[in-house]
C-alpha cells in the first residue's frame, strides 16, 4: 500500500512568486492535514479536514495561504505570494479518522521543501 | 493551551548502549495522548510509541519504552540497545481530546555511534 504521497520534493522560487504542493493520502483516509515545519522546529498545523470540510483552519494565514481537498481525497496547498519566511518543510498527513478515537494513527508524507529566496 | 518542552537539542550515544529522550508537556486537558515520533533524514515521521493519559502502565514497544509521570507532566523515551538506525531527529508530542490538535516539541537530534 502507497504512503502519503506528496510533490514535489523540493522548490525553490523567488519571494513573491506563487508555489503549490500537492497530497495524496492513503486510500480511505477521510481526514488531512497540512503541517508546516520551520528548521529546527516540530511541525505545526495549518489546516485539518474531514473529507472535504476544512474543519480546523485556525493556523493558515488566510492571507496568502490557500488550500482545498475537492472530492475529499487529494488535496492542494498554495502559497501567492511567497515571503522569505515561508522557508520550511510542509509535511501532509492523514489518518483514518479522528486521532482521539484511539485506534487512529497519523501517517505523515516525507514533506516538501520550500525555499524562497 | 498545549506545550511541549524538550530540553536536549542534541544527543549521542554509543551503538548498543541505552538512552534516554526527555519530553515535559503542559495541558490543562484530563484526557489526552501523548507520542514520541521519529523523523529520519529521509523527513518521513513515523510513530515510535503513544501513550494514553489515563493509563498507568507505561507503553513499551520492542526496543523503545517510555517512562509516563503524569503528575510530574513526565514523558521521557528510552532506546534499549541503540542500533545505527536510530540516528534521527525524534519529537515528543501531545494530543488534547478537546482540539485534535498535535503539538510538537523542538526536537532532540539523536546520533548513534558506531
Known amino acids: 500500500e502507497a504512503g502519503v504521497v506528496q510533490s514535489p520534493r523540493y522548490k525553490i522560487i523567488e519571494k513573491k512568486q506563487p508555489v503549490a504542493f500537492w497530497c495524496n493520502p492513503i486510500s480511505g483516509h477521510n481526514t488531512l492535514y497540512w503541517y508546516r515545519q520551520n528548521l529546527g522546529q516540530g511541525p505545526e498545523l495549518l489546516i485539518r479536514y474531514e473529507n472535504e470540510e476544512a474543519v480546523d483552519d485556525s493556523q493558515l494565514p488566510k492571507d496568502r495561504f490557500s488550500a482545498e481537498r475537492l472530492k475529499g481525497v487529494d488535496s492542494t496547498l498554495k502559497i501567492q505570494p511567497a515571503e522569505l519566511g515561508d522557508s520550511a518543510v510542509y509535511l501532509c498527513a492523514s489518518s483514518s479518522g479522528q486521532l482521539v478515537a484511539g485506534a487512529n494513527v497519523l501517517t505523515f508524507g516525507a514533506g516538501s521543501r520550500l525555499t524562497v529566496l | 493551551a498545549q506545550t511541549v518542552t524538550q530540553s536536549q537539542p542534541e544527543m549521542s550515544v554509543q551503538e548498543a548502549e541505552t538512552v534516554t529522550l526527555s519530553c515535559t508537556y503542559d495541558t490543562s486537558e484530563s484526557n489526552y495522548y501523548l507520542f514520541w515520533y521519529k523523523q529520519p533524514p529521509s523527513r518521513q515521521m513515523i510513530l515510535v510509541i503513544r501513550?494514553?493519559?489515563?493509563?498507568?502502565q507505561n507503553a513499551t514497544e520492542n526496543r523503545f519504552s517510555v517512562n509516563f509521570q503524569k503528575a510530574a507532566k513526565s514523558f521521557s523515551l528510552k532506546i534499549s540497545d541503540s542500533q545505527l538506525g536510530d540516528t534521527a531527529m525524534y519529537f515528543c508530542a501531545s494530543l488534547n481530546f478537546g482540539n485534535e490538535k498535535l503539538t510538537f516539541g523542538t526536537g532532540t537530534r539523536l546520533t548513534i555511534i558506531p
Open positions: 501513550q494514553e493519559a489515563y493509563k498507568q
